[in-house]
């Protein structure tokens, strides 16, 4: 029969004692709880040891009922003080007890009988009785003294006295489950103990216990390589940031170059006026953006882009007549928590692109929209534009379909035409969810020339936007959004990307 180094030493001991309490075997093996623990479990299944244990309910004196034994319940200390002045008021009574104590005395003096209450010249005071001169030990009295005595008393003997509620409610003691352990050597224990021969254990062959040849003298440690140990949630990133962070990888070996932003707040020049909408498109109203209340304006760029884009909506460019109304200065400088990342494309081609040229940019979005599985207030959009000298409609449908299958796992992909104020002509870009069926994720188009070629760009333009947290939906196994900013332990833990 093999016996482990502590399951030995622990027979052994045994053997010795024949019965022991757990703490005693704990004491003379000078092992640690939980080892002494597991080896007595160990010997009780190989029937060489029996383990009996016995729970029982205790009340043990609190730190409250501590103080309580020493220097007496507060009913008695004020009751000491009345038959030393027959009659006392609250602030006489401060003398003897604390504040906390003072608040429910005149009621336990009542309740026991041991004084009156009447009002003197707005005062309460306190008068003894006859009861209260001749008030002997009670109940709880003799309760406290006996858990003084002994500390932990079992409840059983305790509610002979006094219900543990009462005791509880005062604050003297508190209930708890103890169990004893008893622990005790067995026919085929006490046979086998003689022949334990017991060495040394170590868990590591070292090169002294080689060179000095004791390794012949100790006894190496058994791992069972098998057996279940506890699950290790070791640090990660969130799901979400990784799958962020992959397809911004992704892009980047793609050939795409990163724009980025410091601020999440944009004037609406370039939000909207930048990109060819109208100012008095509803788009641009409370219902369907946010708007900031202080400060309310921001600045317009450089003058001559300015007049180019005032030009454009006001009498059009590239054969375009525009949209005919007076363009507002002050309107364009409103600022407001950006509602698209197709803002930061008109910035970049503005600032001046590579022909041809790649970019991306993954932003923090903000729109008015109802909370459920598909939408969120406040989300991340990935935006991007191929500028080239011989670009079609054709590439863009292509980019898009290599998209949502390589980036987003998609498995089914459709088209729709859409409309948007700067791209002719336009698509919406739809994929199947196991789980939601067909989710919109993508509208796309190629920017139009009035847009264009107000911000200095003379050459096609194509351009999506695509909301990537329904793409991280496909990636990460879920059905509901909100999700992907979730403090759900469990999900944090057990989440993983599936590319």
Same mark, same amino acid.
């Given at each position: ?41 160990? @010997? &009780? ?55 906390? %104590? ?10 026991? +009988? ?12 306190? %008068?003894?009785?006859?009861? +209260? ?110 799958? @962020? ?22 004037? &609406? ?7 060819? &909408? ?23 760029? %450089? ?20 949209? +005919? ?7 364009? /400088?409103? @600022?407001?928590?950006?509602?698209? +990342? ?5 910035? &970049? ?28 207030? %406040? ?71 009035? /847009? ?48």
């Amino acid at each position: 029969m093999e016996l482990s180094y502590q399951e030995k030493l622990t027979l052994i001991k045994l053997n010795e004692l024949k019965k022991a309490k757990f703490e005693e075997l704990v004491k003379e093996t000078g092992l640690e709880q939980v080892a002494v623990m597991r080896a007595v479990l160990g @010997l &009780q299944a190989k029937g060489l040891a029996k383990l009996h244990e016995r729970s029982e309910r205790v009340v043990k004196l609190t730190e409250t009922g501590k103080k309580y034994a020493e220097i007496g319940l507060p009913e008695w200390r004020a009751l000491k003080l009345l038959r030393e002045r027959g009659k006392v008021t609250l602030d006489d009574l401060r003398e003897v007890l604390s504040d906390d %104590e003072l608040k429910p005395i005149v009621g336990l003096l009542r309740k026991e +009988g041991w004084a009156s209450v009447r009002k003197e010249d707005g005062k309460l005071v306190l %008068e003894i009785t006859e009861k +209260g001169l001749n008030a002997g030990e009670r109940p709880i009295d003799k309760a406290l003294k006996l858990l003084a005595e002994r500390s932990v008393v079992p409840v059983k003997e305790i509610e002979k006295l006094v219900p543990v509620k009462e005791l509880k409610r005062r604050k003297i003691g508190e209930e708890e489950t103890v169990t004893e352990r008893e622990v005790e050597i067995t026919p085929a224990g006490e046979e086998l103990a003689p022949k334990v021969k017991l060495k040394r254990e170590v868990s590591v062959l070292t090169p002294e216990l080689i060179k000095s040849g004791k390794w012949r003298e100790v006894e190496f440690r058994k791992f069972d390589i098998k057996a279940p140990v506890r699950r290790i949630y070791p640090g990660k990133k969130q799901p979400y940031r990784a799958f @962020l962070d992959k397809i911004r990888r992704r892009l980047i070996e793609m050939g795409f170059i990163e724009m980025t932003v410091e601020s999440m707040i944009e004037t &609406q020049f370039w939000n909207f006026d930048a990109l060819f &909408q109208p100012q008095n498109h509803p788009a641009r109203e409370w219902t369907d953006t946010y708007q900031l209340k202080y400060p309310k304006s921001g600045h317009l760029p %450089e003058k001559e882009l300015v007049e180019r884009v005032k030009a454009a909506h006001e009498r059009g460019l590239a054969g375009s007549r525009g949209w +005919g109304y007076v363009w507002s200065p002050e309107r364009a /400088m409103l @600022l407001m928590p950006r509602a698209h +990342g197709t803002a930061l494309d008109a910035r &970049q081609l503005a600032k001046g692109v590579e022909i041809p040229g790649k970019y991306f940019t993954i932003q923090r979005v903000f729109r008015p929209d109802v909370l459920d599985r598909t939408h969120l207030i %406040e989300f991340n959009q990935i935006d991007g534009f191929v500028v080239g000298e011989d670009l079609n409609f054709r590439h863009l449908l292509g980019i898009l379909k290599r998209f949502a299958v390589e980036i987003a796992g998609a498995k089914k992909v459709k088209f729709l035409p859409d409309y948007y104020p700067f791209t002719e002509p336009s698509v919406q870009m739809s994929a199947y969810h196991p789980e939601l069926g067909w989710v919109e994720f993508g509208g796309a188009g190629i920017f139009r020339e009035e /847009m264009t070629k107000a911000l200095g760009i003379d050459v096609p333009v194509i351009a999506w936007g695509i909301g990537i947290d329904r793409l991280a939906m496909f990636k990460l196994g879920i059905d509901d959004i909100r999700y992907l900013f979730s403090y759900d332990l469990r999900w944090l833990r057990e989440a993983k990307l599936v590319w």
